[in-house]
Nanobody, 121 residues
Framework: QVELVESGGGLVQAGGSLRLSCVASGRTLSNGGMGWFRQAPGKEREFVSVISRSGLTTLYVDSVKGRFTISRDNAKNTVYLQMNSLKPEDTAVYYC??????????????WGQGTQVTVSS
């Protein structure tokens, strides 16, 4: 079993920054991809970003490219999402997920409990 715990969410004004963290514990995953998804009220959970075990492969949804940066520290079993130039439309619950390097929500095996990000205008 793998447990994922997110932190770092909060309330920020538009244009501000936040850094989300996700700490993984439990058994080591063979594929090693770590992703971030988000879900706004009344909307489906959507892909935000994913990083491979090596960190050499990173993918982003178009709406966050140039503003968000995903990274990981394997020694700390932690993945980060640095979010800059935040917009009100970034408001959502952000979830960390473990699985393959994929954009598809259903491909991920493990999920965190989520952390709320609220961006005020």
């Amino acid at each position: 079993q793998v447990e994922l715990v997110e932190s770092g969410g909060g309330l920020v004004q538009a244009g501000g920054s936040l850094r989300l963290s996700c700490v993984a514990s439990g058994r080591t995953l063979s594929n090693g991809g770590m992703g971030w998804f988000r879900q706004a009220p009344g909307k489906e959970r959507e892909f935000v970003s994913v990083i491979s075990r090596s960190g050499l492969t990173t993918l982003y949804v178009d709406s966050v490219k140039g503003r968000f940066t995903i990274s990981r520290d394997n020694a700390k079993n932690t993945v980060y999402l640095q979010m800059n130039s935040l917009k009100p439309e970034d408001t959502a619950v952000y979830y960390c997920a473990a699985g393959p390097v994929s954009l598809k929500r259903d491909d991920y095996d493990y999920w965190g409990q989520g952390t709320q990000v609220t961006v005020s205008s």
